[in-house]
């Protein structure tokens, strides 16, 4: 990395992920207990950014929450791993989107979570607060004299 590139900045590659699935503790520590502690938020943040705003973070993870109460969360999960891999062109590695939200969905969560902030969206400011932080601010012009 570049000296000048910030925390929340890594060379990004086409068609590869930016850190491993395993890669919590040594990556981004913070995002790691986040998504191991409170995986149902993160998941919200995740698929509102993946929807672009289409679905609200509440609504994503009380769906994932009413879905775990079915042995179905991580069903549900993995077709937004599958959408975020869709979306960067990234291969589906080690296994199926599937089996590791099934095994590990923490992980899966964290590596989702820190793909999006490595490329630039961080899941915590949601949709509007990623494209406002993109769009600069109108100018006033002023008429008087």
Known sequence: MSENMGKDEKKVTEGQW???LYDCFSEDTSTCCFTWFCPCVAFGRIAEVLDKGETS???AG?????MSKIGCGWYYASKYRAKLRNQYSLPEEP?????IHFFCCSCALSQEHRE???RGLDPSLGW????DKRTPP???SSMER
């Open 18 to 20: 930016t850190t491993g």
């Open 57 to 59: 973070q509440g609504l």
């Open 62 to 66: 009380l769906i994932v929450v009413a």
């Open 95 to 99: 296994c199926s989107d599937g089996a």
């Open 116 to 118: 999006l902030k490595y």
């Open 128 to 131: 509007q607060g990623n494209m």
């Open 138 to 140: 109108p100018v006033a």
